[in-house]
Nanobody, 123 residues
Framework: VQLQASGGGLVQAGGSLRLSCAAS????????VGWFRQDPGKEREFVAV????????KHSDSVKGRFTISRDNAKNTVYLQMNSLKPEDTGVYYC?????????????????WGQGTQVTVSS
């Protein structure tokens, strides 16, 4: 699976962005897809994950109520809608795919990774 993350940018605090993770090579409905973010010098942090059929989702406590993960398997794409953005949401956002809906917040458990998209939230 090749994953392409896009939609990042510069936004003021309180604003919104929608990230997209487009898959090619294989059908993404066979994979759970997660979003992670990373600041320089820090570990990759779990943000959200969605199950293969989109029924199950999990969001980190830091984004719960502000971010929403969703997927459109017909378009082979997973989205991360980010509202009420805060400066601490700044980082490079990566999407990743895995075949088993387990150990969802652990980066090492994911099989495929996209290249990342930068999100910068100014105060």
């Amino acid at each position: 699976v090749q994953l392409q993350a896009s939609g990042g940018g510069l936004v003021q605090a309180g604003g919104s962005l929608r990230l997209s993770c487009a898959a090619s090579g294989r059908i993404i409905r066979n994979y759970a897809v997660g979003w992670f973010r990373q600041d320089p010098g820090k570990e990759r942090e779990f943000v959200a994950v969605i199950s293969m059929n989109g029924v199950l989702t999990k969001h980190s406590d830091s984004v719960k109520g502000r971010f929403t993960i969703s997927r459109d398997n017909a378009k082979n794409t997973v989205y991360l809608q980010m509202n009420s953005l805060k400066p601490e949401d700044t980082g490079v956002y990566y999407c990743a795919a895995k075949q088993i809906y387990r150990d969802l917040s652990v980066p090492a458990g994911y099989d495929y990774w996209g290249q990342g998209t930068q999100v910068t939230v100014s105060s």
